[in-house]
């Protein structure tokens, strides 16, 4: 089953992930995600006080003309009030204002290969050491990286990576690059199982204690390319199970990550007119494997361990970075269980904690083992789980345990399809991670932009908008395979707090709707605790249930008609069992994110209009100047104390013209990256490009 089983590789190396952050209204309240409008009156979150410029807890925006002012304030300085020893200031920007959106992997290698039972590799393969990459699509554009991009920019759980390929490069016997492995198109890549304990040393910071895992998945086809003229009999494994199955899938996890810069001196760079970006890195393991017949490209397969339950932890230094207590869950666990095999592999790449951010020791919970639990409450442990930080490292967080000389073998086999897996705790005496019984439900759509009205011709002003639509197709899994019989599926609404300006802000309740799904039938609200302190004890969640057909290999695709523009989460929940309530970061869920973008309309415009300065640029280079300032530096429009030459600008149009081309939305060339361009926009741009001759 896909990465889970042999043959496979692992890798390892640094994250670099570069996003623009100033969209994030996480330390100042900047714009609407819904309306893609700036605020009327700009504020920092509570807590903290702008000292430069100095006494500027708002920024009163006014338009275009007072970009440069605003420009000014969003790369200003913050400082946590009353001040607080080691509390981090910020960027009311944010950390990354100057950010591109580039993502990859740096400095990655292969650092073990598991190849098919019999296939022996020896040290010298090319494969072993080999560089790792993904790679943007081919382009003469300054930026050719993957790009990481947020639907929701104010939310944890929407990241995105679109990528063109994955590059694998060794050597030949002779010493000279050749590459190993040339793979794409790849499918977009989706966040993961988001562990907010995967790092439990107190002096991380940001992004440290998190990690998010991400897959992807390559069909076959001309664009997949394994080379097996080099004597390596790892690529010749690798190449047969890829021609027999239906392409390769890699799944790759980002964790201690965290900027270089100090908020302070990233301030004093931009104040020196050093527009530096601040990129986090960290580290990546990642592992790629053969994708199988009916698996999704971009979803973790296999059975899923989401259950958890609080484990208690004591820091001591060292090993770890510092001293406290507390209790952390253990991150979501794909597995495995392979009765004709008879083998079980985990996915423990995002599952057990480090204690320390500089060695990232794994923090020891003692022996943890795997249990398969009965209905009536005995168990069969399948083995022990190890998860020091070498074999982690080594092997990318798969574990595999052999079950051919289990004592319990067949009582395995006969257990197995109705029995739940489970991390087992010796020194807890608790299960600390088990399989839910419900659905697995899951889809390749799992980030969805279209817009709230669309029109088929923009040219003609006598023409009505009809409400845009979008498709979602959702899977449902039972213990790692489709379900086969009818199934029914509860469609649950929710959003991101957009209340909240802060770096913690919960996912809540829809309030109103903001698309319909065909066919759906409406069910009554679903009751929560409410995720936000303060306010009612419980949240109602505006709640609908679809029925998979029993012929339709739990397949269904969910036909969705905008309402209005805005971006909500369309949760999927199995009606037959309890209820579980999301945690933080939604990790225990199944979901799709959705953007709706708003319908803007300036057919009423006149041409003259359109094609002076001021107005193209107060209606539609100034959002992205302001929020995305890094294109400034490649196109110079402003706002004044940034690059600012129109004649330039207008020699760009051209290239405007064909990369904000729909046809180029899946690629990593497409502008704007952020993809929040409404096409009523586009059809602005593309009128004042037509007047540049473009």
């Not at 390929?165 to 000279?176: F, M, N, P, Y």
């Not at 060339?669 to 096409?679: L, V």
Request: glycine letters at 8%; charged letters at 15%.
């Amino acid at each position: 089953m896909s990465y889970l089983s042999r043959p496979r590789f692992n890798f390892g190396g640094v994250a670099y992930c570069n996003p623009s952050t100033a969209n994030n209204n996480d330390f100042a309240n900047i714009f609407d995600v819904d309306t893609l409008e700036f605020a009327p009156i700009m504020s920092v979150m509570d807590g903290f006080e702008v000292s430069e410029p100095p006494g500027q807890q708002t920024f009163s925006y006014q338009g275009a003309a007072s970009a440069s002012d605003c420009r000014t304030w969003l790369m200003g300085l913050m400082t946590a009030m009353p001040p607080v020893e080691g509390q981090a200031s910020g960027q009311q920007a944010h950390w990354n204002y100057y950010g591109d959106h580039a993502t990859r992997l740096d400095n990655t290698a292969v650092s073990s290969i598991e190849a098919s039972p019999g296939v022996v590799v020896p040290p010298t393969d090319p494969l072993n050491g080999a560089t790792v990459s993904l790679i943007g699509t081919p382009s003469v554009m300054q930026f050719q990286d993957p790009v990481i991009v947020d639907l929701d920019p104010y939310a944890l759980i929407t990241s995105q990576v679109f990528s063109y390929g994955i590059q694998v490069t060794g050597k030949d016997a002779s010493g000279a690059a050749v590459t190993l492995i040339s793979a794409s198109p790849t499918s977009r890549a989706y966040s993961y199982y988001i562990n907010v304990f995967k790092n439990l040393d107190p002096n991380a910071i940001g992004f440290q204690m998190v990690s998010a895992m991400f897959c992807l998945g390559v069909e076959n086809g001309d664009g997949l390319q394994i080379n097996t003229d080099v004597n390596s009999p790892a690529l010749a494994d690798l190449a047969a199970a890829a021609a027999k199955g239906a392409g390769l899938q890699m799944r790759f996890c980002f964790y201690d990550a965290i900027y270089k810069i100090s908020p302070e001196d990233l301030h004093a760079q931009f104040a020196s007119g050093q527009y530096t970006p601040n990129p986090y890195i960290g580290l990546n393991l990642g592992t790629i494997g053969v994708l199988q017949p009916g698996e999704l490209l971009s979803a973790p397969p296999g059975r899923k361990l989401t259950v958890q339950s609080m484990i208690p932890y004591q820091l001591t230094e060292p090993p770890c970075g510092g001293t406290g207590s507390g209790k952390a869950a253990l991150g979501i666990t794909p597995v495995n269980l392979d009765l004709n095999a008879e083998l079980v592999t985990l996915d423990c790449v995002s599952t057990f904690s480090e204690c320390n951010v500089k060695t990232n020791t794994k923090y020891d919970f003692g022996p943890m083992t795997l249990d398969l639990v009965n209905s009536d409450g005995s168990r069969i442990t399948l083995g022990d789980i190890p998860y020091d930080q070498t074999t982690y490292q080594t092997y990318s967080g798969l574990v595999e345990i052999p079950l051919s000389s289990h004592p319990q073998l067949e009582e395995i086999k006969a257990a197995a399809d109705t029995s739940a897996l489970a991390i087992y705790s010796v020194t807890g005496n608790q299960d600390v991670l088990v399989e839910s019984a419900g659905l697995d439900i899951e889809t390749d759509t799992r980030a969805v932009y279209f817009d709230a009205e669309v029109l088929q011709n923009w040219d003609d002003p006598s023409e009505q908008p009809a409400p845009g639509t979008a498709q979602v197709t959702i899977t449902a899994f039972q213990q790692g395979q489709p379900v086969q019989a009818e199934t029914q599926v509860n469609l649950e609404y929710w959003m991101c707090d957009k209340s909240q300006i802060n770096p913690s802000k919960p996912m809540v309740n829809v309030a109103e709707r903001y698309f319909t799904v065909a066919g759906a039938t409406e069910l009554a609200p679903t009751i929560y605790p409410n995720p936000n302190s303060g306010g009612p004890p419980t949240i109602s969640v505006i709640t609908d249930q679809v029925t998979i057909p029993a012929e339709a290999n739990g397949t269904l695709t969910l036909n969705l008609t905008a309402l209005r523009p805005g971006t909500s989460v369309i949760r999927f929940t199995d009606p037959s069992i309890g209820q579980v309530t999301p945690n933080f970061a939604w990790d225990n869920c199944n979901y799709a994110c959705i953007r709706i973008l708003p319908f803007d309309d300036y057919r009423a415009v006149s041409d003259e209009q359109v094609g002076q300065w001021p107005y193209i640029y107060a209606n539609f280079f100034n959002y992205f100047a302001l929020l995305y300032p890094v294109m400034s530096k490649v196109i110079p429009w402003g706002p004044a104390d940034a690059p600012d030459n129109p004649n330039i600008v207008k020699q760009f149009a051209a290239n405007m013209v064909t990369f904000t081309d729909p046809k180029y939305w899946n690629s990593t060339i497409y502008m704007p990256i952020t993809r929040e361009m409404p096409a009523g926009k586009r059809a602005l741009l593309l009128r004042w490009c037509a007047q540049q001759g473009a």
